[in-house]
């Protein structure tokens, strides 16, 4: 079985909006996918399918072998805590410093004083930013927070970050440092990345596999894909 897999996944809403229509997908181990589609296309719902915010109205969902549409409630924290999360607004903590908001997420119960600061140095490492440990958000600009953010979702060492449209606030520059970040987590430590975004110029300059959806359904799964201007 491969790391995601979506079989026959149907989404209505109860407006009566269908979000999602017999979606199929597989994602293996180590990939970076890119999701990508116009606005209300349906990337945000297959997203939140996949870290249960929304359970599918037909098909299955599984996420490391968890079958994340039949899961209880009660049991939710198991799938969590084999995703981390980043969003477009890096919903950091205003008066903890960029130290204390990393170790806050560390789950790891009973963990030894020095192994929390091990950890936490690590994940604030590989984002880059060592030398703002005690810097607070406001002190940050939008890509070093956004950077914060990130070494939040991965301190719990997730198989899978799941990013949506973690550059929709940032320049063009700025937006692809955060990247190569994202990226150099792929690379260094084989987290598979599934990413939604509107930003072509990211999209082309990454050559990654490129899920297109158009109104719920998969219109294109391509490897090394590019971000199409018709139609998206
Ligand atoms: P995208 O992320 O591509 O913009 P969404 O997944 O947010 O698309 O939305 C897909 C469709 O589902 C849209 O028509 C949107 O209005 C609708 N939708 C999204 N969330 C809800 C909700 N909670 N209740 C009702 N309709 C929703």
């Known amino acids: 079985m491969q790391l995601i897999e979506l079989k026959n996944v149907y989404k209505r809403y109860p407006n009566g909006v269908t979000a999602l229509c017999d979606v199929n997908l597989e994602i293996s181990k180590g990939e970076f996918v890119f999701v990508i589609g116009s606005s209300g296309s349906g990337k945000s719902t297959l997203i939140k399918l996949l ?95 956004q950077r914060v953010s990130i070494a939040r979702a991965i301190v719990n060492e997730p198989k899978v970050l799941i990013c949506d449209e973690p550059t929709g606030n940032l320049d063009p520059d700025t937006s692809m440092e955060v990247m190569k970040v994202i990226d150099g987590i792929n690379k260094d430590l084989g987290t598979t990345i599934i990413m939604a975004t509107h930003d072509k110029e990211i999209v082309n300059a990454m050559k990654k596999r490129v899920i297109v959806i158009e109104k719920g359904l998969v219109a294109k799964d391509s490897q090394k894909g590019k971000y199409k201007s018709e139609g998206i």
């Not at 299955?60 to 079958?67: A, D, Q, R």
């Open 51 to 145: 870290y249960r915010q929304e359970k599918p109205t037909r098909g299955e969902v599984y996420v490391g072998g968890v079958n994340v549409s039949k899961l209880r409630n009660g049991k939710v924290y198991k799938l969590r805590r084999k995703l981390g999360i980043v969003f477009q607004d890096y919903k950091l903590l205003p008066k903890l410093t960029v130290y204390e908001n990393v170790a806050f997420a560390l789950e790891v119960y009973g963990l030894k004083e020095s192994e929390v600061r091990k950890r936490t140095i690590k994940a604030i490492e590989q984002v880059g930013l060592k030398d703002k440990l005690r810097s607070y958000p406001d002190e940050l600009s939008g890509g070093e927070q």
